[in-house]
């Protein structure tokens, strides 16, 4: 797993890749902001580090979906599948049922204190030691109180050499508003990196915004006045 948390009020980061056994990788990644002075701990050495903040390991079995292994399985005997074409429109119906459980989350309180956070497994099918770009600050996330706060998901390669969600931040301190901010980096990422993806954003003043160029994206929104959590499939806007 690889998990990224950044504080937008401090400017601070905590980020774990390559670990193993963690049922919270978020978690882990908060305890590496607030307990190190490091930003990234990968492999064996985040592991311990888990251990040494009280976060015991969970056994394999309890973190597998049955359904998700079920869809590994069959990923795993066809040797035409590519972790890019997930991401893109499929030219005829998807012949691959693909696993998948990147989480996202963006979050603003009531004085302006933003966040946010990344949660993956990675690409199906992915190299052993292979990191994609939800640990990596800038990539995976960004959260900046003066800007707002922004997680990506998609195909890890391209997002991590487009820098994403710090892009999509960039893009707004030159005026761009959320959406269109969001949809230009992702354009940018299309045509320069044949990259695909999705990012949600909060902004300083509390405005939601989740954009895509991947053919789905689901996503909710949950503001503290309204009871309901919203809870939205391939929209591609928020109402
Ligand atoms: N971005 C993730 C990765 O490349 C995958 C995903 O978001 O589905 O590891």
Redesign the pocket.
């Known amino acids: 797993m ?1 998990a990224v948390i950044m504080d937008g009020r401090r400017l601070r980061a905590g980020s774990v890749a390559a670990v193993r056994n963690i049922l919270h990788p978020v978690t882990l990644a908060r305890r590496v902001m607030e307990r190190t002075d490091h930003v990234l701990l990968v492999g064996e050495g985040a592991n311990l580090f888990a251990a040494e903040v009280g976060i015991e390991a969970t056994p394999e079995e309890e973190l597998l979906v049955g359904r998700e292994l079920e869809r590994w399985r069959q990923l795993r005997k066809d040797p035409r599948f590519k972790a890019r074409v997930i991401f893109e429109p499929p030219s005829a119906p998807p012949s691959w049922d693909v696993p ?1 459980d ?1 989480v996202g989350a963006v979050a603003i309180d009531g004085e302006g204190r933003t966040a946010a956070a990344t949660s ?1 497994g ?2 199906p099918k ?1 190299r052993m030691g292979r990191v ?3 640990p990596l600050v800038g990539a ?1 996330a960004y959260a900046d109180d003066r800007v707002g706060a922004v997680s ?6 391209p ?1 991590i050499l487009a820098c994403l969600s710090r892009r999509v931040l960039e893009f707004t301190e030159r005026g761009m508003g959320p959406s269109e901010a969001s949809l230009a980096a992702l354009e940018e990422m299309l045509v320069r990196f044949e990259g695909r ?1 999705g990012v949600i954003m909060v902004s300083p003043d509390g405005s939601i915004t989740a954009s895509f160029n991947t053919p789905r994206m689901a996503y909710a929104l949950w503001r503290t006045e309204e009871p309901e959590v919203l809870a939205l499939i391939d929209e591609p806007t928020l109402p």
């Open positions: 690889d998948g990147t993956t990675g690409t992915k994609g770009d939800s995976g990506a998901t998609g195909w890890g390669e997002i993806g």
